[in-house]
């Protein structure tokens, strides 16, 4: 049976109100999973760990109307619970790659060509093109939040009404390098949101109208105004912190980046995207024919 390898992002926080809307946006802290489709209808993980992301799975199979099985790979160096996307991370990796193997199974895999610089993966199933904003609304289910959700697929930043799985903002990040300071007891804690709530709100808005850096900042004071100001003041153009403890710093520079933290990465504004060659390349022009009536969307 066929069997597809991808990879997804983590994601950092950038604002939220606390009330349904945030921000994020991408790094290239990796998930990576391999799914391999089975004819014996059970869903199984390599390791038991990752099992309770079964619904993933089985969430995207009744998406396609399949009841294949899969045994589900994952690898990831993201850790859990530190505010970096963790759950929606893995979830995006297993989703794309389950999609990989359908579309080698029932359909293929184009490389859409937009111009000399941007290209996309499109996959067919059945006939149909994926439209990945529907899909990763009907996936991004119980605890899964779509702005991490759909950062963790597409890259570059968003910002996002969860509640209603509606994109309010998108667009790429500047390409910067981010040191990443893990939280220790120390760092824990901050305010209490709820008594926050109208400046949380006055920083999302900031977030919605585009001002990205200052949003960062706002919203890490929430949690640990000292460690922005460490960081800020050691060179990085922005930074934030999260309720876990986690703090971001931006910097232009590398150099930079690696005097703060020693786990540095950047930002990722490219989609994500399975292994392997497209079945063949097509053009702008020849994908409009060939779609038809079906419906796409470019996000």
């Not at 998930?31 to 390791?47: M, Y």
């Not at 105004?225 to 960081?231: A, F, I, K, W």
Request: net charge neutral; glycine share 8%.
């Amino acid at each position: 049976m066929m069997e597809s390898a991808a990879f997804s992002y983590s994601t950092v926080e950038i604002a939220n109100s606390f009330k349904g809307k945030s921000a994020v946006f991408a790094l290239d802290y990796l998930s990576n999973a391999v799914v391999k489709l089975t004819g014996n209808k059970k869903i199984t993980f390599r390791d038991s760990s990752f099992s309770r992301f079964r619904d993933v799975v089985k969430n995207t199979l009744d998406y396609f109307g399949r009841d294949y099985g899969c045994r589900v790979h994952v690898e990831t160096g993201i850790p859990q619970g530190v505010g970096l996307g963790f759950d929606e991370a893995v979830s995006s990796s297993i989703m794309l790659s389950l999609c990989g193997a359908l579309s080698r199974a029932d359909g293929a895999i184009y490389e859409l060509r937009i111009d000399k610089y941007v290209r996309e993966q499109v996959f067919e199933i059945d006939g149909s093109f994926v439209n990945f904003l529907d899909l990763l609304r009907d996936v991004s289910s119980g605890d899964l939040r779509f702005d991490r959700f759909f950062s963790s697929l597409y890259g570059g930043f968003i910002v996002a009404d969860n509640s209603r799985k509606t994109v309010l903002r998108r667009g790429e990040m500047e390409s910067l390098y981010a040191a990443v300071l893990l939280p220790g007891d120390s760092r824990r804690g901050g305010v209490d949101t709820d008594f926050f709530l109208n400046e949380a709100q006055v920083v999302f808005d900031e977030a919605l109208k585009g001002n990205l850096y200052s949003a960062m900042k706002l919203y890490g004071l929430f949690f640990f105004s000292n460690g922005l100001e460490d960081v800020l003041s050691r060179g990085a153009l922005t930074a934030t912190a999260n309720k876990e403890g986690t703090v971001v710093a931006l910097c232009r520079q590398r150099e930079t980046a690696e005097k703060i933290s020693d786990l540095v990465y950047e930002t990722a504004n490219k989609k994500a995207m399975v292994d392997g060659k497209p079945l063949r390349i097509i053009k702008v022009n020849e994908f409009l024919r060939l779609k038809g009536d079906m419906d796409f969307y470019w996000v």
